[in-house]
T-cell receptor, first 111, second 117 residues
Framework: TQLLEQSPQFLSIQEGENLTVYCNSS?????LQWYRQEPGEGPVLLVT?????EVKKLKRLTFQFGDARKDSSLHITAAQPGDTGLYLC???????????FGTGTQLKVEL | GAVVSQHPSWVICKSGTSVKIECRSL??????MFWYRQFPKQSLMLMAT?????????EQGVEKDKFLINHASLTLSTLTVTSAHPEDSSFYIC?????????????FGPGTRLTVL
């Protein structure tokens, strides 16, 4: 079973700061998704990356897929309190729709 | 986007009782649904795959006799936690995949908070 390690595990920053979250795998990703989950809710899809070296932007969020497709990063510029949540990377496994989630990064952005 | 609902949103029960959680896809049909468990400050762990018209498939280490799954229709899957104990207290989340435009996207329910006293 592929293990998806995320770092850091916890991150507490001030509003306006930049941050990067990493997702690493022991083997090659077929594709990778990033989700954000707020307390008491289900995860919400942010982006899907498929091609090695791919970069996608979603407002202040920048997602990168490693050239070798074994790692990915999420960079947030000028973080805001509304960015607070659990960030999860995930990969489809088992040849179908089954998702395996990373270990998660808990982000807290304070005023 | 597609909507997946769960009911109840939270439940408190006594140890030894059984609890049923429903997962519904409201605007699309899902032959497959997934059940996850999430402990505080942790990630989602896949428990089982619910298959319409056939038996559920369980992940390693998940007791199928304790977590009963029934995919009653193309829009409804239920998870029953039998003889619940305090260690079963957790956040249970379901998801349903929908194929659209050649892509594959999972839609997650809002979760059910189970507390076993």
């Amino acid at each position: 079973t592929q293990l998806l390690e995320q770092s850091p595990q916890f991150l507490s920053i001030q509003e306006g700061e930049n941050l990067t979250v990493y997702c690493n795998s022991s083997s090659v990703f077929s594709s990778l998704q990033w989700y954000r989950q707020e307390p008491g809710e289900g995860p919400v899809l942010l982006v899907t990356v498929v091609t090695g070296g791919e970069v996608k932007k979603l407002k202040r969020l920048t997602f990168q897929f490693g050239d070798a497709r074994k790692d990915s990063s999420l960079h947030i510029t000028a973080a805001q309190p509304g960015d607070t949540g659990l960030y999860l990377c995930a990969e489809f496994t088992g040849g179908g729709n089954k998702l395996t989630f990373g270990t998660g990064t808990q982000l807290k952005v304070e005023l | 986007g597609a909507v997946v609902s769960q009911h109840p949103s939270w439940v408190i029960c006594k140890s030894g009782t059984s609890v049923k959680i429903e997962c519904r896809s409201l605007d699309f049909q899902a032959t497959t649904m997934f059940w996850y468990r999430q402990f505080p400050k942790q990630s989602l762990m896949l428990m089982a795959t619910s298959n319409e018209g056939s038996k559920a498939t369980y992940e390693q280490g998940v007791e199928k006799d304790k977590f009963l799954i029934n995919h009653a229709s193309l829009t409804l899957s239920t998870l029953t936690v039998t003889s619940a104990h305090p260690e079963d207290s957790s956040f249970y989340i379901c998801s349903a995949p929908r194929l659209a435009g050649g892509g594959n996207e999972q839609f997650f329910g809002p979760g059910t908070r189970l507390t076993v006293l």
